[in-house]
């Protein structure tokens, strides 16, 4: 099992539409998660940190946490073309040296 | 304006020769993480450092790789010698750790992207 799963994509939706981006961990006592924003040839943006349970809100971004389930997500409402990029979920490793651990990412394509 | 910066941007190279990499980590960061990114294997971490000390290197080559952190603003990744496979974008990233915090918070470079020939 890889210590972080993302469905690679691409997920499509229309412009307006809400974009459902999803990841879990293996790591049970993970505290720390963050999202990552990569435009092709660009380098990963942080766009989103969450370390509680529950849902966390900043402007069309909300990310959501179920430690229980060890899952994270990211929804991105009202989406734009400009949102079209591919999303890295990325979890903080309490075991062994403490990292961060990257998953693969999904892309999303909002088409106009 | 706070960021992480590398040089080169892009280095195009024949096997065999040495490269260097060169990070300047976001002022007052404590942690620097360097990492390579390829279509084929993702984000991987090669090394990391606290407070300039080596934590983690266990994702680097180790016959042709090392990484440095002379001083608190200088990190440096070195490939000797140099093989096509080590073409991707190497990325630097730097956090603050707080003891006793677990926030880890890392923020990017724009990248080296590296092609050897």
């Known amino acids: 099992q890889k210590e972080v799963e993302q469905n690679s994509g691409p997920l499509s939706v229309p412009e307006g539409a809400i974009a459902s981006l999803n990841c879990t961990y293996s790591?049970?006592?993970?505290?720390?998660f963050f999202w990552y924003r990569q435009y092709s040839g660009k380098s990963p943006e942080l766009i989103m940190s969450?370390?509680?349970?529950g849902d966390k809100e900043d402007g069309r971004f909300t990310a959501q946490l179920n430690k229980a389930s060890q899952y994270v997500s990211l929804l991105i409402r009202d989406s734009q073309p400009s949102d079209s990029a591919t999303y890295l979920c990325?979890?903080?490793?309490?075991?062994?040296?403490?990292?961060?651990?990257f998953g693969t990412g999904t892309r999303l394509l909002v088409s106009p | 304006d706070a960021r992480v910066t590398q040089t080169p941007r892009h280095k195009v190279t024949e096997m065999g020769q040495e490269v260097t990499m060169r990070c300047q980590p976001i002022?007052?960061?404590?942690?620097v993480f360097w990492y390579r990114q390829t279509m084929m294997q993702g984000l991987e971490l090669l090394a990391y450092?606290?407070?300039?000390?080596?934590?983690?290197d266990s994702g680097m080559p180790k016959d042709r790789f090392s990484a440095e952190m002379p001083d608190a603003t200088l990190a440096t990744l070195k490939i000797q010698p140099s093989e096509p496979r080590d073409s991707a974008v190497y990325f630097c990233?730097?956090?603050?750790?707080?003891?006793?915090?677990?926030?880890?918070?890392?923020?990017f470079g724009p990248g080296t992207r590296l092609t050897v020939l």
């Open positions: 790591d049970r006592v993970s505290q720390s």
């Open positions: 990325a979890v903080f490793m309490n075991t062994g040296f403490q990292k961060l651990v």
């Open positions: 450092f606290r407070n300039r000390a080596p934590l983690d």
């Open positions: 969450i370390y509680s349970n």
């Open positions: 990233a730097s956090g603050l750790a707080l003891r006793g915090a677990s926030y880890n918070e890392q923020f």
């Open positions: 002022l007052g960061h404590n942690t």
